[in-house]
């Protein structure tokens, strides 16, 4: 990216999260159904806290803040910041209302192009790579955007959509043929190198601080099925008595599959009798031959156990993905695909996230950037799991091999689904 | 109320409803903070629930429902109508919009004209009387409104104002002189009738169920302090480590002042070191004459520990409160006011609701009415206790020697003082 | 109780708390199964704390007390004496051993009856007085013991029995014949007086404080059941729905039974198809004519709005009661019985206690006594409701119209039972 | 071990459980302070039911149970045996008594010795596999009888003593002399194994399951701290605020320094000023040069990111650790020692579990044995972390270079310390 595209990327950004929250009502939103979700208006605020805390503040000559106790309020988990509002309370915060955080990121989006402007600014490459890691940051707050609303309209018995209508190709698409039949595609493994080299921070060429340093791993022989698990396959795994069968889970899933209930992913319904699941655009049937989504790390790992097959580890996946050439999708569909395609791996970017059996730590080599931005991923990784590829509300330049998301085990509420792997 | 008159009531009530909602924000009608409160657009649409459900799907004839899935929606607590939304997610219905639900409202309005003008209706005297408690249930939760509302704001540390600026006689009266010095009023007691023995649901000369039958009580000879508690009688307990003594407070009390670490009222501040209270107008200097507001029973029972005296018994209260004229105010003031008046007993009506030692049970005799309308008052009558008087956000035609309002020990929110008493 | 009786009942209560062990394996006597019960021996220490801390402390000169540190460890819930060691983990106390615990409690009988022999100490008559309660207090702890224990040993699968055989007496009586048919005995009421006046510390004619003073209180004419519900009786409760119907429950009880999945009372079980319950014997065959057993205040008032009747008030159970002769029971029989008997109103003391519909408050007039000893029964003056009468575990001593026993409504380890009331 | 060498092998470990015991008091042996704990005679009990059900049940001829209860009342986690009695309540089993589980062990071992004299039965090879098998669980137990009675004893205020006195070895030895300093052992990685090859559940040469298969891993260079952190480091890590700074720690870890309130080790006290901690032996001394046991992988990773190091991965721990002598101590000395001796790496296996910084998974190519042996470590494979050594309290033929030891990185009860890494 370069820096009048820094410009560019930064406007585009900014712009689209506003696209996206078009069809809301003002009443939508407040919405936060949970500790872990957070209301679309808060996420507005928070991306431009962001810009205006790493960038305007430090940098911008006699910057004058919107508002000072936006400080706190917007601050998600910066303790080096200082103090965060609670976060499971951030649904109450009806003031600033939705007109006053607009005002706000145009507040902010006017000192950022004043600031971008100044290129014989002391500070300019650093200003550059907190530019660009601020909104690849909005970009990730978008996905959730998604992510989080999908969560909190599923609460409402009225089952409020999004989007009306399915965009005229997945409509047409849906379960007109038979899907790609499941095949095992082979890797040799050994010493192989995995994560990126580039500086985390750079404002060209960006990746995360978690994809580095590039290092040696060792592989053993494998497999990788060539697509994802099906609505069709899932529900087998149930009819199969999957969720009554504790052989089949890790004890803490046994445990959460106890405690929740679980029966089902997250979203499958019933409705006269009919499978439907529900989506961003509303209540809609379920479409067999779509990849299984919204579904935990443990539910994961319970089906590949009753596969006879396993999670990939996220070193394999990365492996196998880089060995082919990378066509992720460029625009977001809301729900996933059935599989499709020539490659010898499909549905690594566009449909769901893929769960691996590797524990989200750091690479070796690995430590955090110094300041408050070193706690953007360095502190969250350990008890999570890592994903990877890309969903189906992922933004397109965040589709890569390397690229490492990471989740709680029993988390459902993101477009995660399931990539099985095998020992060769 | 006679039959024009209930026709005005309704209208003039129903308004009411609306005006208290204008100085909000539509970001504000969702606000939930905690499950015993409701979100302002919840009350607006089942105070239209009430008379959809009691009146007019049974009495007017094809009737259409607004939307079938409001009976869920918006019916509180009646087991006998059906299925409820769960209490504590009411914040998470962003839909129906704030626009929806005022034309749910207008929807009810309409039909309601119509069916009171059915004047030749084979039930038209229990559709007067269920009009009647059709208009007082929604003038209680006008009053829930506010208390709901206060709460909700009180979380946001921007510490929102409901409506700008006190009311002018209020800042001018304020600690311009010395309150008046507390006072004690005696009464004989002996054998005394309380209660009313109206038919409930009367719709001239209203009163609830829960007011009936009249009865014969016996009173020891006591006494009842003139006027509320103030607010620097209340610092004074503090000063005197009220909080840190357990000997001063009921068991039950003192655990609860240890789990939630109570240390003040529910909406004392400190704002640069000067004492501040929360309240409708934003944070406003604290009256020390002013009587003490949002307490809990167990604080108001723990004060009169330490001022050697004890709470009164509803049936004094009511007693003592019948032995003179009724002279409570017209109009809400939305916070307390110093005392000020010649009657024997001040601040009957119009500051604070007063907590009493009795337990909310049904006085003797009574019965609750048949079908979900019985579950209006009646399965509420334990655990609770009974408070006596009205505050400064009650409907003035609530303000009754014999009204009974109630809530748990542990309650704050509302608007509630201390009367103290003592046996003679 | 004169001087002599004093040492005389010293003695015998002393040694009834040892007897009432015997039949425990050592492995019994930490058992601690919820919160509210205490192990067996704590029991044995805290009733020894209590004469070591009110009576040998302050009144034996030179006292060494046993160990220091018990003075927290067996403090139950006096804030006056000092800091306590919470009450959810008296189960974890191994240390000190039983046998420490009976050394302790020989150390304190012996230091008592040198105190008591002190006939010209200057406090002697406070002396006594305070003997007078803990010997009282201690024969309360024996009940609880029982009650505890049976709570305690329901955990097991193995259904331990405390003490093998069901007493003759009770398997002869059981089922032989129809039980008495339950009749209504009815009472003109009016102004009456309750309570007792005697100092509530005199150690002749011993009463708790919070039987006085004595009082009068205004009655409806009113009706009570010559019998308690039987456990036939509330089978046809259960199987008409009980548990399912709402509209029969307090809203706080309906809650409760949502939450703990309440279907029956605490010890019914079926074994081999067969309705049993556990007892004190273990699991016995149910024996329907017997009075139903440890059921909540919940269940009493639901039962009792299905029967179309109510509970009583404790007033009106004690104009009632005192108006026949006091024929208790002189042994504790550990299973109620089926009614028998030629009195007016059976089963009063020694079956099951009774709830009321009273919720537990001081009787107008009352204040604790100065000091720690004043924490005895004030401060747990609200939120319970009283029962009186007696059940099959009580001392006989207790077993008088003016008794006062009290729990909270969802408190179903007490033998707590139904006796039903109505208006006339 | 040979057939002989497995009966004297199994006599051996059984005596060994009984023998810690020894100073247990009847009141000791029911003590379960918190869920992840057992009591003693629970593990007595448990260890047993492992050789009855693995063994007796399947291979024994007319094998008679000693009681069929005890299926459910003593299967820790096995779903495929069936039911389990919660373990949160296995301290509520009052019965069986101590005795009569002394009498199952009885039971059980002459049945053991009949069956392991059957050499011609024809699962000879696997009866003595599941008795090897049964011998290491019975000795990984005898480690947690150490860790859970010291957790049980140290809630009580009396601190008791399991064993009163130090070894004399213990007492003369501490802060003697200064320890040895702090030095780095470099290591240059590249390409090594770790795991081992043998089957899991041979009889000789015993591994367990999780150890295998043997595999490649790719290490970095880097460097191992020469002996673990002690007191007086940690004591300094605490002085610079450690419990104070969130940018040292994990946010999970955070999290629970908040909510736990974490200010020391688990098991660090203050008495009269000084320093103390609570030991098997009761309070002593803290010595400031012996290696902090007891704290959190939360607190070992804080300490690491204070002391600007890491902690090491499972695959270099195990590698460095292959590479010298296996100089592990052969008895229990119940207390961590200050580092001794002449090795480069000194304190592996004789003082604390050492925090790895892997997340416990399976090795590559590792599937769970079939049937409900299967269950003994595969499903514990998520959410916990690898340690890696040995304790003052584990049984020594457990000590060796590729034994994983898994718990919850919060978990502090284990005898757990820390081993400081860095990169090279």
């Known amino acids: 990216m370069k820096d009048n595209a ?3 990327g930064f406007k585009t950004t900014r712009q689209q999260s506003l696209q996206a929250c078009e069809p809301l009502a003002i009443d939508d939103y407040g919405l936060q159904a949970e500790a872990f979700t957070s209301p679309p208006k808060w996420h507005l605020a928070h991306t431009s806290w962001f810009f205006e805390t790493f960038l305007l503040k430090p940098f911008l000559p006699d910057y004058q803040p919107f508002c000072e106790q936006y400080e706190v309020l917007f601050n998600s988990y910066y303790n080096a910041v200082g103090e965060q ?7 109450l915060l009806s003031r600033p209302t939705v ?11 006017q000192a950022m192009m004043q600031l971008l402007s100044m290129v014989d600014h002391s500070d300019y490459l650093q200003i550059c790579q907190r530019c660009r890691l601020g909104i690849e940051h909005e970009q990730q707050h978008q996905e959730l955007f998604y992510t989080d609303l999908k969560y909190s309209l599923a609460i409402n018995p009225l089952y409020p959509s999004y989007m009306n209508g399915l965009p005229e190709k997945q409509l047409t698409e849906s379960s007109v043929s038979e899907p790609a039949a499941m095949q095992w595609c082979e890797y040799q493994g050994g010493a192989v190198a995995i994560g990126v080299d580039e500086a985390p921070l750079s404002h060209e060429n960006f990746s ?7 290092h040696t791993v060792f592989l053993q022989p494998f497999a990788l099925a060539n697509r994802l698990v099906t609505n069709a396959e899932f529900a087998a795994f149930i009819d199969d008595g999957g969720y009554q069968r504790p ?4 004890a803490d899933g046994w445990a959460v599959v106890q405690s929740e209930n679980w029966q089902a992913p997250l979203y499958w319904r019933e409705r006269d009798g009919q499978p439907v699941e529900f989506t961003l655009h509303g209540l809609l049937p379920r479409n067999p031959d779509q990849a299984v989504c919204h579904i935990s790390g443990y539910e994961a790992d319970a089906y590949a156990s009753w596969a006879k097959a396993r999670l990939p580890t996220e070193a394999e996946w990365e492996y196998a993905a880089s060995s082919q050439a990378n066509d992720h999708h460029e625009y977001m569909t809301l729900q996933p695909s059935p599989a499709s395609g020539d490659q010898p791996l499909l549905q690594l970017y566009s449909d769901c996230w893929q769960w691996t059996g590797s524990a989200y730590r750091p690479y070796p080599g690995f430590s955090p950037a110094a ?3 070193g706690e953007y991923n360095g502190k969250f990784m350990c008890n999570q799991w890592v994903l990877r590829g890309g969903s189906c509300v992922s933004q397109a330049n965040h589709l890569r091999p390397s690229y490492r998301n990471f ?3 029993q988390d459902r509420w993101q477009f995660s689904g399931i990539r099985l792997a095998k020992d060769l």
Chains 1, 2, 3, 4 share one sequence.
């Open 6 to 8: 820094l410009v560019t």
């Open 99 to 109: 007109d006053e955080v607009m005002h706000y990121r145009e507040h902010v989006d």
């Open 371 to 373: 300041g408050a931005i």
């Open 247 to 250: 052989e089949l889970w890790l």
């Open 208 to 214: 995360f601080d978690n994809e580095s340093p590039r």
């Open 85 to 91: 509002f609670p976060r499971p309370k951030r649904g």
């Open 407 to 409: 989740f709680y085990p």
